[in-house]
């Protein structure tokens, strides 16, 4: 089955750029979201179809996919963005159909 | 605005069954496919099944397949999630989904993505 490989955790100090990894074979080929997690909460879709924002999401987040990584940049890094960041395909075969997670990335603004 | 509530969590001994509801407000029910994503305690977000949708279409985990049902009843705008023969491992916080549209593929690329999620309700599955 598909496999979606996420760092657990990265830092990144208020005002700078962090970027989250999202690693799978050939994903370039597949469409990738992206979710914002925060403590206690439930989920929130912060990138869409590869590169696309929600209403209401800042222009601070974005997203690539290319070859084997895509990836979720947020600039400007705030406090209010620390979270768990999670990436997401839509594995569809011959044999099956899937949702598949990556294993979620902590991101700490230090 | 939408509006996601979810319902029928609780403890259960391994091997009991419970019904999880799912009543959607804010947007037209009947056009979009919906899922169940569920969260173990500390861990990370694990995909459990979909649904088209009319309805016609139903997807699973392997993990699940055979031991959980989703349902729809459009009219009703809910969707459904039957648990049976429960395992300590199906312990976990239960989150409602609304697909950000009808759910599809076309030309070999998927578009089924998560645009709107419940709270959640939680299943503890213990003796």
């Known amino acids: 089955s598909y496999v979606l490989t996420q760092a657990p955790s990265v830092s990144v100090a208020p005002g700078q750029t962090a970027t989250i990894a999202c690693g799978g074979n050939?994903?370039?080929?597949?469409?990738v979201h992206w979710y914002q997690q925060r403590s206690g909460q439930a989920p929130v879709l912060v990138v869409y179809d590869d590169t696309d924002r929600p209403s209401g999401i800042p222009e601070r987040f974005s997203g690539s996919n290319s070859g084997d990584t895509a990836t979720l940049t947020i600039s400007r890094a705030e406090a209010g963005d620390e979270a768990d960041y999670y990436c997401?395909?839509?594995?569809?075969?011959?044999?099956?159909?899937?949702?598949?997670f990556g294993g979620g990335t902590k991101l700490t603004v230090l | 605005q939408v509006q996601l509530v979810e319902s029928g969590g609780g403890a259960v001994q391994p091997g009991r069954s419970l019904r999880l509801s799912c009543v959607a407000s804010g947007f037209t029910f009947s056009t979009h496919g919906m899922h169940w994503v569920r969260q173990a305690p500390g861990k990370g977000l694990e995909w459990v099944t979909s649904?088209?949708?009319?309805?016609?279409?139903?997807y699973y985990i392997d993990s699940v397949k055979g031991r959980f049902t989703i349902s729809r009843d459009n009219p009703r705008n809910t969707v459904y999630l039957q648990v049976s023969s429960l395992k300590p491992e199906d312990t976990a916080v239960y989150y409602c989904?609304?697909?950000?549209?009808?759910?599809?593929?076309?030309?070999?690329?998927?578009?089924?993505?998560?645009?709107?999620w419940g709270q959640g309700t939680l299943v503890r599955v213990a003796s």
């Open positions: 997401q395909v839509w594995d569809s075969t011959v044999d099956h159909s899937r949702m598949v």
């Open positions: 989904a609304k697909d950000k549209g009808s759910g599809y593929c076309s030309g070999g690329r998927c578009y089924v993505r998560v645009d709107s």
């Open positions: 649904i088209s949708y009319d309805g016609r279409n139903e």
């Open positions: 050939n994903i370039g080929s597949y469409i």
